[in-house]
């Protein structure tokens, strides 16, 4: 298994927070970044944010303050904290691990819904 796999995935109310995990497949401190994309509904997919293999966090313009990426080094897991989420923050999410050229790595997504 070298793919990712995300979960935590639902049915919200807007106005709430999500937590979705995503599990690498080696030691998460030597990925060199570590994605987590989403993808809207009938639109392209987008950038969220990265952390990288030191720890770094990047957002997305579009969603600095919107969410939080960090990671558990001991569980290998990588999770991305969503607040005051909206209905169109309906997306599938996806995890994508970047080791390197040829090592390129992407999860199967998990899907969020947010109610009005």
């Known amino acids: 298994q070298v793919h990712p796999v995300e979960s935590g995935g639902g049915l919200v109310q807007a106005g709430q927070s999500l937590r979705l995990s995503c599990a690498a497949s080696?030691?998460?401190?030597?990925?060199?970044?570590m994605f987590w994309y989403r993808q809207p509904p009938g639109k392209e997919r987008e950038l969220v944010g990265g952390?990288?293999?030191?720890?770094?966090?990047n957002y997305a313009r579009s969603m600095k303050g919107r969410c939080t990426i960090s990671r558990d080094t001991s569980e290998n897991l990588m999770y991305l904290d969503l607040n005051g989420l909206k209905p169109e923050d309906t997306a599938v999410y996806y995890c994508?691990?970047?080791?390197?050229?040829?090592?390129?790595?992407w999860g199967k997504g998990t899907l969020v819904t947010i109610s009005s």
């Open positions: 994508r691990a970047f080791h390197g050229a040829g090592r390129d790595y």
């Open positions: 080696e030691t998460i401190t030597t990925i060199n970044v």
């Open positions: 952390i990288t293999s030191d720890g770094i966090v």
